[in-house]
């Protein structure tokens, strides 16, 4: 009943007009930066975080507008994916194996109605779940002190590490640099500044902001002047839309089970969508077995990437606002724009402020339907989005980048610790390191040696103490088997190279 | 595999030199039994040695691209750091239709095209910017306009 009274003062904020408009203007953005190649949801919520922070929005409505981004991002992503072969955003890789197939046997509207409403069941879906499970989870959070808190940070850096890349080493080394970064400026136990090299505008530490917005949009446009945005290839024509009920009948079970499978994986601190859309996509391919045709454009190989990804960016949310670590690279964006806000999240999220949390959900289960209406009968509209030539679009992505990092603090410094964190997103990607552990590392080296610190202060400077409850030890085991575990598993869990969110 | 332990060496000597820098940092009387050193210094060595695995185990090499695209890249870097100078004393328009316009010539080399782009951008975000969003950007430099 709790339950029902909370949805009813989260329904009574975002049926408001003003929050409802919010939302509705955050789903149009968000599918048309999730369609555009070159922007996806990551840089895309990166580069409108400083813009909402001037804008002055109120947390509940900033958050609501973002994460309605968030959501359209992951929806937007398949169009480009089906018409032109070329994912609009990372989780969206998947859908091109089977999505721009079907599209070349004429089918694109098919394709594309048959993935919208896959998006709109696992995006439901694990909103609901997230409805269910957060509060439950927030209950628990409340056990958790600086050890476990320590145990539970170094079990985001391991599993991103172990998981989201192909290589430890290089996940590691990404989460020290970001580590590394969040400790200069002054610390704030002993009030003494640190690492700054004697440069007073490192006093202040390093913003996440200016690095998230260098490290995904700014390597963004060098990516593009490397390639002249040749990848932008004329793709499928779409000639009309309708909707294809018998497959959507006959994947009802792909649908629900890719949607378990994503919300799961997008649950897993540092997994995320990516991850969610490709372990949908290979459970229901070995289920179907290899007559199934996997991969020449049947309906099974669309809906499955497509319910996993939404559905595991619905799960993503849940450790971001629970314990305040993010499950995927747009979420630790999410996470950002909450500490800009000077929001904590966490449990006593959930206690002091649930006109934000509920707020939240409620306006994430009106963002679904407003975007199943975007993306089934009004998907033209963003089809004809994807004709904007990279050559005006990526200057305007660095032009609105540069904007909005020199609107936060009006100094020339931030713009150019932005292009070298552009230059480093560059270098890093190339070599195939993945970017993610960075911002993860600048966002919550903070938090984590706070932990530590007042952990050995309550022990006295005792190191068994980190090991001293239940919950700390499971977190210890579970921190270092999902860093060496995928090392066995090789084999298995190989990820197509780029795969960052 | 010589990409992987070029960065990995770089990033080595990077990690001692901050492990270095951090036994520098100074404490003062309101100490913590951990202190301000401690766990700079642990990212500074777990960073060295998975850099070092890079040195040792390198990854197969990456495709670089040709000198003349590294040439294109380091002009936009160029580009972008006279742009965060210029902001400023320049006002919005000028600067940012210029960079604009350079940006959108590297990626699709058509000169006319490009310009069009560069002043069409920089009229239109500031159009948004100024008056849709409220922001207060400076149009033309002060000492111009009085």
């Known amino acids: ?501 | 595999m010589t990409s992987d332990r070029i960065f990995g060496l770089v990033a080595a000597l990077l990690a001692l030199a901050y492990i270095v820098s951090a036994t520098q940092i100074q404490t003062s009387f309101l100490s913590d039994p951990v202190g301000p050193k401690v766990f700079p210094i642990i990212i500074g060595v777990i960073g060295a040695i998975s850099a070092m695995f890079l040195v040792f185990r390198p990854d197969p090499e990456p495709q670089w691209p040709v000198a003349r695209t590294f040439a294109a890249l380091g002009l936009a870097v160029i580009v972008l750091v006279a742009y965060a100078y210029a902001l400023k004393p320049l006002g919005f328009l000028v600067p940012t239709a210029v960079v604009a316009a350079i940006l959108s010539y590297q990626i699709s080399p058509r000169a006319r095209y490009a310009a069009i782009t560069g002043v069409s951008l920089s009229v239109g975000l500031f159009l948004i910017f100024r008056f849709a969003l409220g922001l207060g950007l400076v149009a033309f430099p002060r000492w111009l306009v009085g």
């Not at chain 1, 990166?46 to 968030?70: K, N, R």
């Open chain 1, 1 to 501: 009943m709790e339950l029902l009274a909370n949805l009813s003062l989260g329904f009574s904020i975002a049926l408001s007009p003003y929050t409802l408009m919010l939302a509705i203007i955050g789903c149009f953005l968000g599918t048309i930066i999730g369609a555009l190649p070159g922007l996806g949801p990551s840089n895309g919520v990166a580069i409108l975080i400083p813009l909402t922070f001037t804008l002055g929005l109120d947390a509940t409505s900033a958050l609501v507008l973002m994460t309605s981004v968030y959501y359209g991002a992951m929806y937007g992503g398949r169009i480009s994916s089906i018409l032109l072969n070329i994912p609009g955003d990372e989780p969206a890789l998947m859908t091109t194996l089977d999505g721009y197939p079907m599209a070349q046997a004429g089918r694109a509207g098919d394709a594309l109605v048959l993935s919208g409403f896959a998006s709109f069941v696992g995006a439901t879906l694990a909103t609901i779940g997230l409805m269910l499970l957060a509060p439950m989870l927030a209950r628990v959070a409340y056990l958790f002190g600086p050890a476990e808190y320590f145990a539970l940070y170094l079990l985001a850096f391991c599993t991103l590490g172990g998981m989201a890349s192909n290589n430890q080493a290089k996940a590691a080394l990404a989460s020290c640099i970001g580590l590394g970064i969040a400790m200069i400026g002054v610390d704030n136990t002993s009030g003494m500044p640190r690492l700054t090299g004697g440069n007073l505008h490192l006093y202040d530490g390093v913003d996440f902001l200016v690095a998230i917005v260098g490290l995904f949009a700014v390597a963004e446009v060098f990516f593009f002047i490397e390639t002249h945005g040749k990848n932008s290839s004329i793709g499928v024509k779409l000639e009309k839309t309708r909707i294809p009920w018998r497959d959507i009948y006959e994947t009802r079970w792909t649908m629900l089970r890719s949607s378990a499978v994503g919300f799961i994986a997008g649950i897993l601190p540092g997994a995320g969508a990516s991850l969610g859309s490709f372990l949908a996509y290979m459970s229901e391919k070995s289920i179907a077995g290899n007559n199934a045709g996997f991969g020449t454009g049947v309906a099974r190989g669309i809906v499955a990437p497509e319910a996993g990804n939404n559905a595991a960016a619905g799960g993503a949310l849940v450790p971001m606002l629970t314990l305040g670590v993010p499950g995927s690279g747009t979420t630790a964006v999410l996470l950002a724009l909450l500490m800009t806000l000077n929001i904590t999240p966490g449990p006593t999220l959930f206690a002091d402020r649930p006109e934000v949390i509920w707020g939240l959900i409620a306006s994430l289960l009106i963002a679904n339907f407003v975007l199943l209406l975007m993306n089934v009968p009004m998907v033209k509209i963003f089809v004809r989005v994807l004709q904007v030539p990279p050559a005006i679009l990526l200057p305007g992505v660095t032009m609105i980048s540069f904007i909005g990092i020199y609107s936060l603090s009006g100094s020339y410094f931030d713009l150019l610790l932005m292009i070298l964190f552009g230059m480093l997103g560059y270098v890093l990607r190339k070599l195939d390191i993945p970017t993610v552990p960075v911002i993860l590392g600048i966002l919550l080296g903070g938090n984590m040696e706070d932990a530590l610190r007042r952990a050995m202060v309550i022990a006295d400077g005792d190191g068994w103490y980190l090991f001293s409850s239940p919950i700390a030890i499971g977190l210890w085991i579970f921190a270092i088997a999902g860093f060496v575990a995928p090392m066995f598993m090789r084999g298995l869990l190989q990820k197509p190279q780029r795969i960052t969110d």
